[in-house]
């Protein structure tokens, strides 16, 4: 059997949240390639871009979603459609959960203005993120969230708000924080959450 070189798994270092995995389609085409089609896929061509911009190595990151499975349709963005089943949506917080348990991250990198209020009751400091409806509600005050402890979880770790890489350029000229705005507040809430990190 061939030996597969995996990376280590990226215990203690960043996880990133996004809202939920691909179309049926889309995995299949991926699944017929073997691989994803990183540099034409806009979420991981604009995530990968800004991670490596402020230092972050994708082999130092744990990649997950809130919520688990594939969409029917061909589009993949918007409100997942399991999002109504609230049985489903408590499985899907408890496997986040244990997620946040194992790899005890020093950071989290929520895509997208969907997954912060999914993920606000499990922890008492990101409470401010439960309407958050854009990222106007949650700027300038509350895109970074520093020493969250998740409900049962006996370590602590730095939770950051970012636009969702897909729509990046269109929405992260509306981004602020402290005396930045735009790119700039993004790129700032990121050295922020690496130096809290140290």
């Not at 594939?70 to 499985?91: E, H, K, M, W, Y």
């Amino acid at each position: 059997m061939e030996e597969i070189d995996t990376p280590k798994f990226p215990s203690g270092r960043i996880m990133v949240l996004g809202h939920n995995f691909d179309s049926e389609k889309n995995y299949r085409i991926s699944l017929n390639r073997k691989k994803e089609n990183v540099s034409r896929n806009p979420t991981w061509k604009n995530l990968i871009g800004l991670l490596k911009e402020v230092g972050i190595a994708p082999e130092d990151v744990f990649f997950t979603n809130f919520f688990m499975g594939l969409i029917t349709s061909d589009g993949n963005t918007g409100r997942f459609p399991g999002a109504d089943d609230a049985a489903f949506v408590r499985r899907c917080r408890e496997l986040f959960l244990q997620q946040v348990a194992i790899q005890r991250p020093a950071i989290i990198l929520v895509l997208g203005i969907h997954v912060p209020s999914l993920i606000s009751d499990l922890s008492q400091q990101l409470r401010p993120w439960a309407n958050a409806k854009s990222f106007s509600q949650l700027d300038p005050d509350f895109g970074i969230v520093k020493h969250v402890r998740f409900d049962g979880i006996d370590h602590s770790t730095t939770v950051v708000a970012l636009s969702h890489p897909s729509y990046r350029l269109l929405n992260v000229k509306h981004r602020r924080y402290g005396t930045h705005e735009g790119p700039a507040a993004e790129l700032n809430l990121l050295r922020d959450a690496l130096s809290s990190a140290h």
